[in-house]
Nanobody
């Protein structure tokens, strides 16, 4: 049984930083692409960032590119999302996701095998 457990969310002021972590267990972590999605109140869940199985390629939604960095440590079975220069519109529940494939390309909900339960990020203005 695959488990994805997020941590690192919280309340931060505009312009602040947070680092989200997602610890995975249950299948060979290094074989699969990983990513982050978010869902704001009243909105659909949207893609934020993804990283390939090796960490060699990444992808970001335009709204976070340049402010966020996704990384992974395959020895620790953990994926991270470093978020800087946070804005109120970044407020959402952030979900870790594990793909059924290896690539960060076209990392949509359609390719997700497993989801975490989410961690709340609140950015105050």
């Amino acid at each position: 049984q695959v488990q994805l457990v997020e941590s690192g969310g919280g309340l931060v002021q505009t312009g602040g930083s947070l680092r989200l972590s997602c610890a995975a267990s249950g299948r060979t972590f290094s074989s699969y692409a990983m990513g982050w999605f978010r869902q704001a109140p009243g909105k659909e869940r949207e893609f934020v960032a993804a990283i390939s199985w090796s960490g060699g390629s990444t992808a970001y939604v335009d709204s976070v590119r340049g402010r966020c960095t996704i990384s992974r440590d395959n020895a620790k079975n953990t994926v991270y999302l470093q978020m800087n220069s946070l804005k109120p519109e970044d407020t959402a529940v952030y979900y870790c996701a594990q793909s059924r494939g290896t690539t960060a390309v076209s990392f949509s909900r359609d390719v997700i095998d497993y989801w975490g339960k989410g961690t709340l990020v609140t950015v105050s203005s």
